[in-house]
């Protein structure tokens, strides 16, 4: 059985940095697309980015040069790197890998950013 497990969210100050880590189980993460979203508090879930099988990534335009997403194969994990983060950057940060109809989904991890 897939599952996504995020971690790495905490409270910080804005113009901070957070590593968020996204561990993959019951797949190979290998040639596999992972995606980033997130729920900003009171609002609806947003993309955040992609990474590719390939690793083609794409970022949404407000955390573009400010977010880095990258992936680690060979630990079946993918790293989302928060820079210089933004109080509306604040939200629940979930991973999510789609397989044919199948869509799965960490819990995801908190990030909350301070003014």
């Known amino acids: 059985q897939v599952q996504l497990v995020e971690s790495g969210g905490a409270s910080v100050q804005a113009s901070g940095s957070l590593r968020l880590s996204c561990t993959v189980s019951?797949?190979?993460?290998?040639?596999?697309?992972v995606y980033w979203y997130r729920q900003p508090p009171g609002r609806k879930q947003e993309w955040v980015a992609t990474?590719?099988?390939?690793?083609?990534?794409h970022y949404r335009d407000s955390v573009k040069d400010r977010f880095t997403a990258s992936r680690e194969d060979t630990q079946n994990m993918v790293v989302l790197q928060l820079n210089k983060v933004k109080p509306e950057d604040s939200g629940v940060y979930y991973c999510?890998?789609?397989?044919?109809?199948?869509?799965?989904w960490g819990n995801g991890t908190q990030v909350t950013v301070s003014a």
């Open positions: 019951g797949t190979s993460l290998r040639g596999n697309t």
């Open positions: 990474i590719t099988g390939s690793g083609l990534i």
């Open positions: 999510q890998m789609i397989f044919g109809t199948m869509e799965y």
